[in-house]
């Protein structure tokens, strides 16, 4: 509504005229109104599209905070601030001493390790998805599902967990062939434990790829140094455990290839393969 003075007589758009003890308090309610103040809520996993239609995004995420948030409550239930478990687990990452009670834990200090590996596993399914997503060469078309980032998810973390089975069968039967079973367990003990500690900085740095992705550039390097961090340690602990003589050398170099590198390289791109395939 507009309003138009003509000879101090104030009329509306429609030629009504106003009452004179009104015009003021009238006026500046129509021309200069309270402000009024909102906030409008919208869905987070919800982005808006042409055509008036409403497109879901993320859908599936909500399961991997769930066995994520689930996983962690389950190591905090068995930690329950008795760093003994801990101790135990960096002593296996470092420890290569021969002693009769060196692997001799309990039930709860072998489930503790487990659940922190499978926070491992969980956690570098997300950080491999990032990883295939960014520069796996993926065509458009694998990101037109809403669920496709959950699907990704999950087959990362599949490969992830297959990955890490037949690293520990690999580890196993090379130990038995080429030593003893004391030196193999020693060594297999020392990469559960070296998963185990990666998951701890390895965790967060997952979920932030999730929850902040702008983000994802500069924590994936710093994934990748705590994976290979890991590495190193758990291959100079191979190193003290098997070095014995110089044909060892040979050895360790055979272990080096076809145990830390064709593998990874071979997840990786199977991983590449499986999402164009499916997603």
């Excluded at 000879?7 to 200069?32: E, R």
């Excluded at 503790?112 to 990883?131: D, H, K, M, V, Y």
């Amino acid at each position: 509504m507009a309003l138009n003075k003509v000879d101090s007589i104030v009329h509306t758009a429609d030629g009504l005229p106003i009452p004179p003890a009104l015009p003021d308090s009238l006026a500046k309610t129509i021309l200069y109104p309270e402000p009024t103040y909102g906030m409008v809520i919208e869905n987070p996993m919800v982005t808006y599209s042409e055509g008036n239609q409403y497109v879901e995004q993320g859908v599936g995420l909500s399961w991997v905070f769930l066995v994520i948030g689930i996983l962690f409550f389950a190591v905090g239930m068995k930690f329950r601030n008795d760093v003994k478990y801990l101790k135990a687990t960096f002593s296996n990452l470092f420890e290569v001493k021969m002693r009769q009670n060196v692997f001799d834990d309990t039930v709860k200090e072998i489930s503790f390790i487990i659940l922190l590996n499978l926070l491992w596993i969980c956690s570098a399914g997300i950080l491999l998805w990032q990883t295939v997503r960014i520069w796996g060469g993926l065509p458009e078309e694998c990101f037109a599902a809403p669920w496709s980032e959950a699907a990704g998810i999950g087959i990362s973390t599949a490969a992830t967990g297959v990955y890490v089975g037949c690293l520990f069968i690999g580890y196993w039967v090379i130990g038995r062939v080429f030593t003893d079973k004391t030196r193999t367990t020693l060594w297999t003990k020392g990469a559960s434990a070296a998963m185990a500690v990666e998951s701890l900085p390895m965790v967060p740095l997952a979920l932030l790829t999730l929850c902040y992705p702008p983000w994802t550039m500069t924590i994936l390097p710093i994934a990748a140094g705590v994976f290979i961090a890991g590495k190193i340690i758990f291959i100079y602990k191979g190193f003290r455990i098997f070095f014995n003589q110089m044909a060892s050398w040979m050895l360790f170099l055979y272990y080096l290839c076809s145990l830390e590198i064709v593998p990874l390289i071979l997840t990786y791109l199977i991983t590449v393969q499986v999402c164009m395939r499916i997603l």
